[in-house]
Antibody
Framework: QLQLQESGPGLVKPSETLSLTCTVS??????????WGWIRQPPGKGLEWIGS???????YYNPSLKSRVTISVDTSKNQFSLKLSSVTAADTAVYYC????????????WGQGTLVTVSS | QSALTQPASVSGSPGQSITISCTGT?????????VSWYQQHPGKAPKLMIY???NRPSGVSNRFSGSKSGNTASLTISGLQAEDEADYYC??????????FGTGTKVTVL
């Protein structure tokens, strides 16, 4: 059974870079059948798609975040990662990693999420 | 990209049916059969309820159904139960190879 587990610092200072890793178990990140993604949810607000990556390394980003986001994949560790630079308080959110089908079942299956707070 | 438009709240009595709408454009909802719906209880991760407009994942009650007409998708919950009280979000794939979520709907069981 697929499991996605986010990990990383829960507190990041303003202007610094937020870094999170998602460890995948119960499935291979190298599968051509899936994309892997990051989605966030500020406290009390709605969901925002951050970006996606394919095992080949192809990436797709939310235009509003594109200049600050990097998503990468490490097939040897069955992990993928998120880096968000120059963070502000507005980046405080629960960050979820997720998987979606490549050609069918194009919908997200989620990890449990991790809260990241941006504060000095 | 703009968020898909959902009603802020929908309510119904136990046993009734309710429908949540999700309105986008021809570049997202109207252009692809890749609309999905998620249920989120407080403090929990979203749960996939409907994928590719009208398909239910294994384990999801058949009281949940999805459809689409033009640029608007809909989620219907029939036989409303207390456990259905939650926030619901739609999502769509877009012509820019990105994804967009709806504004979210709070479902209240009266």
């Amino acid at each position: 059974q697929l499991q996605l587990q986010e990990s990383g610092p829960g507190l990041v200072k303003p202007s610094e870079t937020l870094s999170l890793t998602c460890t995948v178990s119960g499935g291979s990140i190298s599968s051509s059948s899936y994309y892997w993604g990051w989605i966030r949810q500020p406290p009390g607000k709605g969901l925002e798609w951050i970006g996606s990556i394919y095992y080949s390394g192809s990436t797709y980003y939310n235009p509003s975040l594109k200049s600050r986001v990097t998503i990468s994949v490490d097939t040897s560790k069955n992990q993928f990662s998120l880096k968000l630079s120059s963070v502000t308080a507005a980046d405080t959110a629960v960050y979820y990693c997720a998987r979606r089908g490549a050609r069918m079942a194009v919908a997200w299956v989620w990890g449990q999420g991790t809260l990241v707070t941006v504060s000095s | 990209q703009s968020a898909l438009t959902q009603p802020a709240s929908v309510s119904g009595s136990p046993g009734q049916s309710i429908t949540i709408s999700c309105t986008g454009t021809s570049s997202d909802v109207g252009g692809y059969n890749y609309v999905s719906w998620y249920q989120q209880h407080p403090g929990k991760a979203p749960k996939l309820m409907i994928y590719d407009v009208s398909n239910r994942p294994s384990g999801v009650s058949n009281r949940f159904s999805g459809s689409k007409s033009g640029n608007t998708a809909s989620l219907t919950i029939s036989g409303l139960q207390a456990e259905d009280e939650a926030d619901y979000y739609c999502s769509s794939y877009t012509s820019s190879s990105t994804h967009v979520f709806g504004t979210g709907t709070k479902v209240t069981v009266l």
